[in-house]
């Protein structure tokens, strides 16, 4: 009979996958355009529609910076301002959800097209919103972003 010792279970791979997507990337790496539009979907996933303010700390550099219209005025650099802006939103809009309609990377740049839907917790109302988001990705982290949102309104 073959030894166990030698087998790699899938309790293991998933593991070490796991171990894989929250490791700090080197600042030294320089990701591809594919590997920026994976990293972007699956910040958009985690941060919002799952709801995880601790990516934050993984996925914002530490000079993060803001540039879009729906920015607060005097955010917090780094991860400490999108958690906080989240994280008021989470609260008006506890079920907020974000699909990516559309995304397109070059170097370090990934732009997203995107629709915001969520029911607002004091009036009740099933609200939506669409945007466009542009990234800068730096050493595996987001360095900048550029957003131009729709004021939400009433989903008919």
Same mark, same amino acid.
């Given at each position: 009979?073959?030894?166990?010792?030698?087998?790699?279970?899938?309790?293991?791979?998933?593991? @070490?996958?796991?171990?894989?997507?929250?490791?700090?990337?080197?600042?030294?790496?320089?990701?591809?355009?594919?590997?920026?539009?994976?990293?972007?979907?699956?910040?958009?996933?985690?941060?919002?529609?799952?709801?995880?303010?601790?990516?934050?700390? @993984?996925?914002?550099?530490?000079?993060?910076?803001?540039?879009?219209?729906? &920015?607060?005025?005097?955010?917090?650099?780094?991860?400490?301002?999108?958690?906080?802006?989240?994280?008021?939103?989470?609260?008006?809009?506890?079920?907020?959800?974000?699909?990516?309609?559309?995304?397109?990377?070059?170097?370090?740049?990934?732009?997203?097209?995107?629709?915001?839907? &969520?029911?607002?917790?004091?009036?009740?109302?099933?609200?939506?919103?669409?945007g466009i988001v542009i990234w800068r990705v730096s050493a595996g982290k987001l360095a900048e972003r550029w957003?131009?949102?729709?004021?939400?309104?009433?989903?008919?």
């Open positions: 009979m073959p030894s166990q010792a030698g087998l790699i279970t899938s309790e293991a791979v998933n593991e @070490r996958q796991r171990r894989e997507r929250s490791a700090p990337v080197p600042a030294s790496t320089v990701m591809s355009s594919e590997e920026n539009k994976a990293f972007v979907r699956r910040h958009f996933e985690e941060f919002v529609n799952q709801k995880n303010l601790d990516v934050a700390d @993984r996925n914002f550099a530490a000079d993060y910076r803001e540039h879009g219209s729906d &920015a607060p005025p005097n955010s917090a650099p780094g991860p400490l301002g999108p958690k906080t802006y989240l994280a008021a939103a989470f609260k008006r809009y506890p079920d907020l959800r974000v699909v990516i309609e559309d995304i397109i990377a070059e170097g370090d740049k990934v732009a997203v097209r995107n629709r915001w839907q &969520a029911t607002d917790a004091q009036t009740g109302i099933a609200m939506e919103f669409s957003a131009y949102l729709q004021t939400p309104h009433p989903i008919h």
